[in-house]
């Protein structure tokens, strides 16, 4: 009996710490021009490369710019980007994994043949095709993902309308005149919206990877537009020299992305206790 109840305490206080840090990552990056003390595209030259002091509490980068701010600034671009990639693709998903699901038929063979086709090529390599095709940028990045990620979240939400609608209280609800919108608003959607929730809390830290990664590449959001990736990117040069400059993006990434992981975690750990 104590160690469950240690275990339910444990997951309990990492939902709330990995929670309390996303939002409070979240806050900092809305209210950006209040906590950033500079303009994150300023370029000074003469102040290039300099270490932590009063006036750059992270020192410059190698065009004199403020790395705290940078970073500050890069947190709306990159856990912005990866909310709209994730809240875009499940608004789509749902629509059309529900719609599936429930209807059946024709209609659910030939959404599910397409979705076979898509999966039958690696997204990431959809994804370069796509920004071949556009050219490079945060919005054909955003939108090359949209499109890719909601084939995978559109099955598994078929699947589970198909396994709710033969429940007993749905054909009770058919069977007392609901109609099909009234039994999918009020008896399907509140069954699978939170186990999508624990779906899209474990993907946002795959999707920032993916976000970053491409900017990284030079394929995501362009300079001088401040974004985690591109900042690892443009500090390549100097990772012998001023290894600082790599570090700082690079564990922004490492602990927003844990913070997203742990937070899944956490919640499909509840999810399955109920």
């Known amino acids: 009996m104590i160690v469950e109840w ?3 305490i444990f997951k309990y206080k990492l939902l709330m710490f990995s929670g309390t840090f996303i939002i409070l990552i979240a806050v900092i990056a809305i209210f950006a021009p209040y906590f950033a003390p500079h303009d994150p595209n300023l370029t000074r030259l003469e102040l290039r490369l300099q270490g932590p002091s ?4 992270l020192g410059t980068d190698h065009q004199g710019r403020d790395i705290l701010s ?3 600034y890069g947190a709306r671009v990159s856990m912005g980007s990866s909310i709209l990639v994730v809240v875009v693709t499940m608004i789509i998903s749902i629509v059309i994994g529900t719609f599936s ?3 059946g038929g024709r209609i659910d063979y030939i959404f599910m043949r397409f979705c076979d086709i898509i999966m039958a090529f690696p997204g990431l390599v959809l994804i370069l095709a796509f920004i071949g095709i556009m050219g490079p940028g945060l919005f054909n990045l955003i939108l090359a993902m949209i499109l890719i990620q909601w ?3 559109a099955r598994i939400i078929r699947g589970m309308v198909m396994s709710y609608k033969e429940q007993q209280f749905v054909s009770a609800a058919r069977m007392l005149g609901s109609s099909n919108f009234k039994i999918i608003i009020r008896h399907l959607l ?3 919206i939170p186990q999508i929730a624990v779906l899209a809390s474990l993907d946002m830290g795959t999707i920032l ?3 970053a990664g491409f900017s990284f590449l030079g394929l995501g959001i362009q300079p001088p537009t401040p974004e985690w990736g591109a900042m ?3 500090s390549r040069q100097f990772l012998r020299s001023h290894p600082s400059l790599m570090f700082y993006p690079g564990m922004m990434i490492f602990v927003i992305v844990m913070s997203f992981n742990l937070l899944g975690d956490a919640l499909r750990d509840l999810m399955e206790q109920k």
Do not use: A, E
């Open 6 to 8: 240690c275990k339910q």
């Open 54 to 57: 009063k006036d750059f509490l």
């Open 70 to 72: 940078r970073l500050i």
């Open 101 to 103: 699901g429930y209807k």
């Open 151 to 153: 084939v995978s979240y």
């Open 190 to 192: 509140p069954g699978i």
């Open 209 to 211: 990877l993916h976000i």
């Open 232 to 234: 690892l990117n443009d």
